[in-house]
């Protein structure tokens, strides 16, 4: 089996996870582990997830000819919202004070991971850049996530400081886990003929 027939068995594997985590929430909404967890929301938006990279690859494909589909790009995609939801199902974030944190860094280095897969397969552009890219792009979507839970979460709370500290650590460790990603890819993604240095005879 080759590495992305693996990512597609992945990815398939996540996706029938997320939906089959998903209505178990929604069948057990009385559990103190689904109560005030908005799982309402999470039901109708985390799906997305999953056919995200189906409606881009379908999309490219009409305008720009055939493409191999990109498994690897989907299961990083999906896995974080496998992550959080299965941590609500076995009641993690209720249990270890410390999984919330573990998510935040975790599921930003994931997607960012997403986004620098993605690019490497595009237009050649230098490591620096793809890192610079994969950080930024995970720090813009922290900072989206934080407003999502502001407007869902904490507008009717009077914890206000303890709030702003959370909501502080939760976006530098999205950074961190954008900037590891980023990182990561541009030391060990694999070179294309660009990136190769070119020897100038003398």
Request: aromatic share 12%; net charge neutral; proline share 6%.
């Amino acid at each position: 089996m080759g590495a992305m027939s693996r990512w597609r068995v992945v990815s398939l594997v996540l996706k029938a996870a997320l939906v089959g985590l998903l209505l178990f929430a929604l069948l057990h909404p009385d559990w103190d582990r689904f109560a005030a967890k908005a799982m309402g929301i999470r039901a109708m938006t985390y799906p997305l997830a999953a056919v995200l990279v189906p409606i881009i690859w379908f999309a490219w494909s009409r305008l720009r000819g055939p493409v191999r589909y990109p498994w690897d790009v989907d299961a990083l995609i999906v896995a974080p919202f496998v992550i959080d939801v299965a941590g609500n199902a076995v009641n993690f974030y209720d249990t270890f004070t410390w999984f919330d944190d573990f998510c935040h860094f975790t599921n930003w280095a994931l997607l960012s991971a997403a986004a620098g897969v993605a690019l490497r397969r595009g237009p050649v552009i230098p490591r620096w850049m793809l890192g610079f890219t994969c950080a930024g792009l995970g720090a813009i979507a922290a900072i989206l996530w934080e407003l999502a839970e502001y407007s869902t979460f904490i507008m009717n709370t009077n914890e206000v400081v303890d709030i702003y500290r959370d909501t502080l650590g939760d976006e530098a460790l999205g950074l961190g886990g954008a900037t590891l990603s980023g990182v990561l890819l541009a030391i060990f993604a694999p070179r294309r003929p660009a990136d190769v240095p070119v020897e100038v005879s003398p």
